[in-house]
C-alpha cells in the first residue's frame, strides 16, 4: 500500500519533509524513545513512518505495528458500543442511569457550601456520555489528593491496586457512593463516567464490556492489535513505557527496593522494568476492564497500534463502513456522535460524544481523541484530513524548543497550516469564477496496513 502523492491532494511534500526531519531530532535530542504516525488526506495516505525505538534496551524499532497503551483512547470505543445499543432501541440518550445501575438512585451533590445535597435532576446516559455527570479522577499519577473529592477517589482507585475491587460492577456500585462535584448537566469534567457507561452497556447487552467492543468494533474492523491485555507471543511488539523522573517517583517511589531504569537520561522506564512485567502483560493485566479510566499503579485501558487505528478512521470516514463493507453504526448515528451536544451550551463549551470539539485546532468540524501516554487520533471532516500519531511517554504534552521547532515537530498544526494555505488557494479559484469539484471521500481508502519503514 503504496504512500499517494501528496502534492495530488494538496498537501505541500516540503511541510512533511519537515515534520519528518523533527521526529528524526526529537529522537536523537532524548525528547522521546520513537513513535509512530500517519496522515490520511482525502482518504490517501499521504505520510506513513515510524521513528526511533519502541524498547531502549531491546532495540526494536517503533513502527506502525508496535503495540501501544492508549488509555483514554478506549473511550471512544465504549461509546461507539453504546451508541450501538441505543441505534437498536436498547437503550435512550436521556435515559436516567439509575434505570440500569440501581446504585445512582441515592446520589449527592457537593453542595456550593460543602454540604451534600439532592442533585437538581437525574444523571442520564448523555449526561455520561458527554462528561457532565458530575463524576470526576483523583490527582492522578500518584499525585497527593488535593481535597475531600479526590481523597475519595484516590481509595476507590486503591481499593483496584489491592485487589479489594476485582470487577467493574463492583468499581462502579463505589463510585456511585461517592458525592458528584456539581449538579448533572451543568458542568463539564472529564472522569469516570465513561467507565460507569461500559457498566450500562454490560448491564444492557448482558455481556462484558471487553466482549462487546471485540464482536461489535476490533473483529468487524480486524483490529487484531487491539485489547486489554498483550498476548506473551506478541510482547517483542509491546512497546516500552517511558517518563520524567519525578513520574516514577510519583507512582513508584514509595515502594520499597525499587529503582528506576534509566537508559537514556531523561527517559525512566515506566510499567515494569521489562515488557513482561507490565500491567498490561496477559495474566498481569488491570481486573477492571473499562473505558480507559485511570485504575490502580498505572493501568487501566487498552492497548492498540497505530495500524488499528488508522482502520477505525477508515470507518469513521466512510460513516459507520467498515474497510471490507460491514456497517457498524447508520450515518445518522455517527454524525450525532460528532455534532456538538445541546446540553453542552450550559458549560460555554462545544461537546460532543467524541470529545469536546472546541479545543481541536480547526474548531467545530474536528473531533478526536488522546491518551495519557502521547496517543492520538483526530478526523476533520472539513478539510477531509485524519491523523494519528502515538509515542509512549507520560506527559509529554510539547516540544523542547530548544531540540525541535515546534511549529514544525507538531503533527496537528503542521497539516492545519497545509491545509489553511491550500484553502486559500481555492478561494482565489472559486472567486475567479472557474469550477471547482467537491472534494469527497473515497470508499476505498488506502490503508495504513503494513509496517512502514522504521527511522
Known sequence: MALADPGSVGVDPGLLRDYDAQMRKAVRGGLMAGCASAILRQGQLVQGAGYGLADLDTKVPFCADTICRVYCMTKPYVLLVFMSLVEEGR??????????????????VVGSDGALVRPKRSVTLEHLALHM???????????????DSQKSYAALVESVASGKVRSLKDFVG??????????PGEDYEYGFSIDVLAHVVEVISGRSIEHCMQERVFKPLGMQDTGFAVEQSNLCRFA???????????LYGHIPGKVPVTTRPGLVRIDGDS?????????????????????AQNQGGLVSTVNDTVRFLRMLIDYGVSGNGVRLLKRETLLRMELPSPLGAATGRDICIFGNIGGYVSGGSEFGQG????TFWSLDRKDAVAVVWFAQHLDFWSWDAEVVDPEKADIWKMMHKVLVAVSVILYVIVASRCYLPSF???LSL??????????
Open 446 to 455: 488506502s490503508l495504513f496496513l503494513m509496517s512502514p519503514k522504521c527511522m
Open 133 to 147: 455527570s458530575g463524576i470526576g479522577y483523583s490527582a492522578g499519577f500518584g499525585a497527593p489528593p488535593e481535597n
Open 240 to 250: 516500552a513505557c517511558y517518563g520524567t523522573a519525578q513520574i516514577w517517583g510519583n
Open 275 to 295: 515488557a513482561k512485567e507490565s500491567a498490561w502483560c496477559k495474566g498481569r493485566e488491570c481486573q477492571i476492564r473499562a473505558g480507559g479510566g485511570w485504575m
Open 91 to 108: 437503550a435512550k440518550l436521556d435515559d436516567p442511569v439509575a434505570k440500569y445501575l440501581p446504585a445512582f438512585r441515592d446520589v449527592r
Open 371 to 374: 491518551g495519557h501516554a502521547s
Open 440 to 442: 469527497s471521500y473515497p
Open 174 to 183: 463505589r463510585l456511585a457512593k461517592l458525592p458528584l462535584r456539581f449538579h
